[in-house]
């Protein structure tokens, strides 16, 4: 995931999981049961099954008044001569019974409805009860809001009888996609009511685009590079378009609803089973479009509650007191930077989630987490850590950017909000948000394992998300940046203050065999490599693990530190790469106008630049071969942590 920088953990998965279409292996001529077709399963295990028992059992009509208060009407005596004509009465009466309770959408069994109103965009609907909300990434432009349905109330993966289990499940998900009605921009043309050139800009224009200003340019434009949803599928450009209306009527005076079944495009292979669906909303202003995502057995019953929920939407004006509340509140506690990107994070909260401030941090969680010992202790760690970061990594100027910490529930709703599959958290600077989740105790391992590895992964990421701004905004090699956020994770905090640092426990291991069996990188390869060679799936645990250790080795090994030339390698890499940055920077901008921006591109052209000057420079006069030969030797003596 480009611009991602994803923490992974022991076991690294690094393909996105292709979709498995839900469908059993059977061996050759199996033979399956039938079916009994005489009444739904409804019936036959719902409400009315005590009734249909009774009837098949022959009971008598005491009998069946005493079954349950449910079936006390049906038990009277009836006029029929035989029993055969009283089964087949009561058979009909069932199946009408059973067809006027499916009318009904399933969340009314599941709890009903919850009216929900969306303040930050003036959206009020019902939300049944049995979904939950799932933030929407910062970055996103286009969906406002999203559900899915509890994971307690999906079904489990089935088996056959020959053994063979149907993939996970995925859980029914709707969105909702703000659309504005911008015109269609008109042709570029000459003359006097041509603008003036702005000073820098590029001499060529860009070329013209389609806005996305309706549902069907907005399934066409779904990113490029792919969006993920869940673990089971990802949209990409293309993946669904618009099926024939089903319905369409005015809902009042200014919004007409139009009903879409959406239907596999040109990049829809690998769909499996997943059906998708959508419900437009639309007026001369904006275009609202509930879209929602599920497989083939869910079809029926959710598609009938997304109805529901889109159908009985209803505006109004957002309510915009609550920012000056907070601004008030803000001034009274200067020592909270930037209030004005805390004031828009908490604006954007979706139900469900709260938030706290530290100084330079603003924890999003779940509301359930706001009395926990583990917040408590990831706010403390968290400024503690910032200080030992600052200590070994001055940052070029003041850092005054405030950072988001969003901690999930757990991993189903970290992927569910865009986690790189395979990782345990990641930081994302395009959204100033490092995102990870509470890990829970395993089976079999001692008390407090998931809290120390929830801690493993925030002193990580933390780095990353410091080291962005310490440095200007460029990311060193991935083995100094993710070593040394690897070499982190193993710092001691207790009481708010830093103590020690430790052995990275998910790291440790795994380098010790590599090295015995002489399968690691040469030092003078990996220290080149790029992020992408870094994260080439059939080696990146060994890289990350390696990346460590070369960390933990010049760190915290006394050979290094007391040697002449090692001991400087990592704050001259650090300190070469700054001066370089800040350096090509300051002459990319001297032929530009004042005020303009250099592209992203550049900046980033820049940045490999200095990286690979700082890596000549920290490692000019060291012998790989006895460099390594110490690393090996420091890196073997290390006791596994119990």
């Known amino acids: 995931m480009p611009g991602l920088h994803a923490y992974r953990g022991a076991t690294d998965r690094l393909a996105v999981r292709r979709l498995v279409p839900a469908v059993p292996v059977q061996p050759p001529n199996a033979a399956f049961a039938p079916r009994p077709a005489l009444l739904p399963r409804s019936v036959a295990t719902g409400r009315l099954a005590p009734l249909l028992a009774s009837v098949r059992n022959g009971l008598s009509n005491q009998d069946m008044r005493s079954t349950s208060r449910t079936t006390a009407l049906a038990a009277q005596p009836l006029d029929a001569p035989s ?14 019974a059973a067809a006027v309770l499916a009318l009904a959408p399933q969340a009314s069994a599941q709890g009903g409805y919850r009216g929900t109103k969306l303040e930050n965009i003036g959206v009020e609907l019902p939300v049944p009860r049995h979904y939950e909300p799932i933030p929407v990434d910062p970055l996103e432009e286009w969906v406002v809001h999203k559900w ?48 003036p050139p702005v000073p820098g800009a590029r001499k060529e224009p860009r070329p013209q685009s389609e806005p996305t200003n309706s549902l069907e340019r907005y399934l066409a434009r779904e990113p490029v590079g792919g969006r993920l949803m869940g673990e089971r599928f990802v949209i990409y450009p293309g993946t669904f378009e618009l099926g024939p209306a089903q319905e369409q009527k005015d809902i009042d005076d200014e919004n007409t609803a139009t009903m879409y079944e959406l239907h596999p495009g040109p990049n829809g292979q690998d769909l499996g ?72 994070i908490i604006q954007n909260l979706v139900r469900g989630w709260d938030y706290k401030d530290t100084e330079n941090y603003i924890f999003i969680f779940r509301d359930n987490l ?27 100027g003041p850092i005054t950017a405030v950072s988001t910490v969003r901690i999930c529930k ?58 962005y701004y310490s440095t200007g905004e460029v990311a060193p090699h991935s083995w100094y940046n993710e070593g040394t956020g690897d070499y982190f994770s193993g710092a001691l905090i207790s009481g708010g ?34 992020q992408g060679e870094y994260y080439r799936q059939d080696r990146v645990g060994l890289c990350y693990a390696q990346g460590w250790s070369m960390i933990y080795f010049l760190r915290e090994c006394k050979e290094a ?15 070469v790469m700054k001066d370089e940055y800040n350096k090509g920077l300051a002459e990319a901008l001297e032929g530009l106008a004042e005020g303009a921006e250099l592209d992203p591109t550049a900046k980033y052209m820049i940045g490999l630049a200095a990286r690979d000057v700082a890596v000549e420079k920290a490692f000019e006069g060291v012998d790989w071969f006895e460099i390594e030969e110490a690393w090996k030797e420091f890196t073997l003596s290390l006791k596994v942590p119990k």
């Open 497 to 530: 203050k830093y103590k020690k640092m430790q052995v990275n426990t998910w790291r440790i291991e795994y380098i010790q065999q590599m090295i015995r069996d002489k399968r690691f990188i040469p030092w003078q390869e990996i220290t080149k490599f790029s």
């Open 83 to 96: 029993f055969d004509g009283l089964f087949a009465r009561l058979l009909a009466l069932l199946a009408t």
């Open 410 to 467: 757990d991993e189903d709703e970290y992927m569910q909000y865009g986690g790189p599959p395979g990782s345990g958290g990641y930081w994302n600077p395009g959204a100033e948000e490092l995102v990870f989740y509470d890990y829970p105790d395993k089976e079999g391992e001692k008390k407090g394992t998931g809290t120390e590895n929830t801690l493993i992964v925030l002193y990580h990421e933390a780095f990353h998300q410091y080291i």
């Open 561 to 575: 530190r007391d040697h002449e030339v090692w001991s400087k390698i990592l704050d001259i890499y650090f300190n």
């Open 370 to 396: 706001e009395k926990s010992p583990l917040l408590r202790r990831l706010m403390t760690d968290i400024e503690a850590i910032r200080e030992l970061y600052i200590e070994l990594f001055p940052p070029s």
């Open 273 to 344: 089973n997943i059906r998708a669906w959508a419900y437009e909303v639309k007026s001369a202003k904006r275009t609202i479009a509930f879209i929602g995502y599920c497989e083939e057995p869910e079809w029926k019953d959710h598609t009938k509650i997304w109805e529901h929920m889109a159908s009985k939407v209803e505006f109004f004006a957002p309510d915009g007191k609550d920012a000056e509340k907070l601004r008030k509140a803000y001034a009274r506690r200067p020592q909270y930077v930037d209030p004005e990107f805390r004031i828009k």
């Open 148 to 195: 899915v349905l509890q994971q307690s109330k999906m079904r489990e993966p089935e088996k056959d009888e020959w053994g063979n289990e149907y993939p996970k499940p995925y859980r029914p998900t709707l969105e909702m996609v703000w659309i504005d009605n911008v015109p269609d921009a008109g042709p570029i043309t000459g003359g006097e009511g041509t603008p």
